[in-house]
């Protein structure tokens, strides 16, 4: 159901920065393999008898492990370990693992002050989303990875050494730098700073599961249909206002439309009045000839939803049918029938600051959008899309634990989320395709959390179980900006 056709262009913005991803890994300047001059001075001294390192306090270990660049964590024993490893390991006959432990260090200290500036997880729009403690994320980390195996291998190595005879010293030495550095390689994985170019593709979470993954569209996604097979191609964006979107530049929708060919746009969040919507039709693609407005009347440029499709609809209809309702005031659901299924374009109210809007959630809207979905089954199967205001499990959120009371991961919001939807019937088709995988679909504007992919999955395509085979693919378009939130989409075989 997908063809080419001429269009206008509506613009968008996309990331299309493709420049070499850059070395974050920082190595200090020295004079010399030994190192600098007051290094040399302070090596000097403690050369001269081992047992002044037991002596020492732990402010004095901490200010010297700092001079020299190495890690200050850990209780006095490890500190008197660590300083001592770094005493032997630049003996001069062993220059060359002195240069490896040395740069492993700072690199470890560089990355942990990297990931010590403050950042929090952000908030949508007035509504929080919660505010993340970056503090405790490193403390953890640096405990578990640089006390626990650094520490505990590396410098059990080192004492280990001290019964050798110089060449098999050596060759201990050696071993114990080669696992400081592979040490940094797996501390890497967790608080490395992501790629500037393609932030998604970096596992960022909180308490990562050690099967999980990052979303990386470009491999994996499959491959396209073969040709001449039916299908119909949908996608949904939450625009967070269609007319800042349009004034947009740097990228247009005729691009979007021939990278991906979608078949049917859907819009959330379009903040439109009925006056405006014919001017924005004016700006449309050509080809795309049949949309569908719903806006809110109790909020003037509030919430807001729009179906735009090359494929004229069977029927359209606006609302829950619930005449006067604040689900049919708000502009939320527009519902669109094609021959094979309903399609239920829907931006789920959020649960508010102070979670104001919780008790209406979870007890009045997902019951009732619930019930006309399985109204809508008797006659065909629903695909329900958009922006559902809950990120339903941990893996979908950047924070769980942080944000436990912020509205889109209650425990309240879940659970609705799994009995009135999940429960019912319907198959959220992006786990089905990727269990394991970290794939985010909002990120705040506020502590720019898309950088970082700090993020939430907040947009769904749920489809009725009878047609969940059909699924070819489920997939998110991170690359997308112009919006806090991004597109997703979804290919049906027919």
Known sequence: MSNDTAVKSIPFSI???????????????????????????????????????EAMTVQELRATLRKLGLPVKGRKQELVSTLRLHMDSNLPEQKETTTSTRSASVTIKRKIRN?????????????????????????????????????????????????????????????ASSTISSEVLKTEEIISPPSQSEPWTVLAHKKPQKDWKAYNPKTMRPPSLPEGTKHVKVMT????????LLKLESFSALQLAQRENFDVLCLQETKLQMKDVEDIKKTLIDGYDHSFWSCSVSKLGYSGTAIISRIKPLSVRYGTDLSGSDHD????????????????????????????????RIEEWDRTLSNYIKELEKSKPVILTGDLNCAHE????????????????????????GANFLDKGLVDTFRKQHPGVVGY????????????????????????????????????????????????GLTLKL
């Open 15 to 53: 990331n299309n920065n493709n420049s070499n991803r850059k070395d974050l890994k920082i190595v200090a300047a020295v004079t010399d393999q030994m190192g600098s001059d007051s290094d040399r001075d302070e090596m000097g001294t403690l050369q001269g008898d081992k047992k002044e390192i």
């Open 115 to 175: 990931r010590e500036e403050p950042a929090e997880d952000d908030c949508i729009n007035s509504e929080a989303y919660g505010i993340e403690n970056e503090e405790k994320r490193v403390k953890q980390s640096t405990k578990k990875i640089l006390k626990a195996k650094v520490s505990s291998k590396a410098i059990s190595k080192e004492r280990q050494s001290l019964t050798k005879t110089g060449k098999q010293q050596f060759q201990s030495k050696k071993e």
């Open 237 to 244: 964006w939450n625009v967070n206002g269609l007319r800042a």
């Open 329 to 360: 005031m708000e502009g939320r659901i527009v519902t669109a029938e094609f021959d094979s299924f309903y399609l239920i374009n829907t931006y789920v109210p959020n649960s508010g600051d102070g979670l104001k809007r919780l008790s209406y």
């Open 394 to 417: 941990e893996i979908d959120i950047f924070n769980p634990a942080g944000n436990i009371r912020s509205a889109g991961f209650t425990i309240e919001e879940r659970q609705s989320f």
């Open 441 to 488: 679909t909002y990120w705040g504007y506020r502590h720019g959390g898309r950088k970082t992919n700090k993020g939430w999955r907040l947009d769904y395509f749920l489809v009725s179980e009878s047609i969940a085979a059909k699924v070819h693919d489920s997939y998110i378009l991170p690359d997308i900006n112009g919006s806090d939130h991004c597109p997703i």
